[in-house]
Nanobody
Framework: QVQLVESGGGLVQAGDSLRLSCAAS????????MGWFRQAPGKEREFVSS????????YYADSVKGRFTISRDIRKNTVYLQMNNLKPEDTAVYYC????????????WGQGIQVTVSS
């Protein structure tokens, strides 16, 4: 069984930065990708960013391009999301997820971590 543990959320002011971390532990198997999603109150969960585990290609939602940076530490099975110039509309619960080899989509999800940006 794989567990994902997110950390680094909190309450910040507009323009501030935060770095989220997500560590995979347990029976980790080869991963295709790790990603971050978020869900704001009253809204659907949306894609934020992802990184291919092999090769490190990165992908971003248009709303965060130029402000967020995703990275990974293969030895630690950890993915990071550096969030700069945060805006109130970034307020959401952020979820980490992995797509394991053989899975058609992200198939393991973290519990979520709150990020609140005040104006």
């Amino acid at each position: 069984q794989v567990q994902l543990v997110e950390s680094g959320g909190g309450l910040v002011q507009a323009g501030d930065s935060l770095r989220l971390s997500c560590a995979a532990s347990g029976r980790t198997v080869s991963m295709v990708a790790m990603g971050w999603f978020r869900q704001a109150p009253g809204k659907e969960r949306e894609f934020v960013s992802s990184i291919r585990w092999s090769g490190g290609s990165t992908y971003y939602a248009d709303s965060v391009k130029g402000r967020f940076t995703i990275s990974r530490d293969i030895r630690k099975n950890t993915v990071y999301l550096q969030m700069n110039n945060l805006k109130p509309e970034d307020t959401a619960v952020y979820y980490c997820a992995i797509q394991r080899v053989g899975a058609a989509a992200y198939d393991v999800w973290g519990q979520g971590i709150q990020v609140t940006v005040s104006s």
